[in-house]
């Protein structure tokens, strides 16, 4: 099975530097961030209002360059950190995954 993944980097305002990476998969209502440093994704839940903005603007066409603070992309991903963080759209592609019956 193929995905649609979307993939986003996060970016320190202070300093210019990545202070994470962010990923969206609508297909599976899946959205995390690894944040620089960090051991873990910090897996996004958000409510299905919010996740119907992510997918119209991820269906839209995100644009090149940082996006709006307010837009659903930005809010879900950078979460608390959204004034000291700004959120850029990277690429979008189709990611093969299997199914834990078809690994072994």
Not at 6 to 17: A, I, P, W
Not at 24 to 45: F, I
Request: with cysteine.
């Amino acid at each position: 099975m193929t995905l649609q993944a979307t993939c986003f980097v996060l970016s320190s305002l202070e300093t210019g530097r990545a202070a994470g990476m962010g990923l969206l998969c609508l297909e599976a209502r899946y959205g995390a961030v690894l944040w620089t440093g960090a051991d873990r994704m910090d897996r996004r839940l958000p409510s299905p209002t919010e996740w119907n903005a992510v997918q119209r603007e991820i269906k839209d066409h995100l644009p090149p360059g940082p996006l709006a603070r307010d837009s659903a992309c930005a809010r879900l991903l950078a979460g608390t950190r959204g004034s000291a963080v700004v959120v850029q759209w990277l690429w979008s592609r189709g990611v093969d995954v299997s199914g834990p019956e078809q690994t072994g």
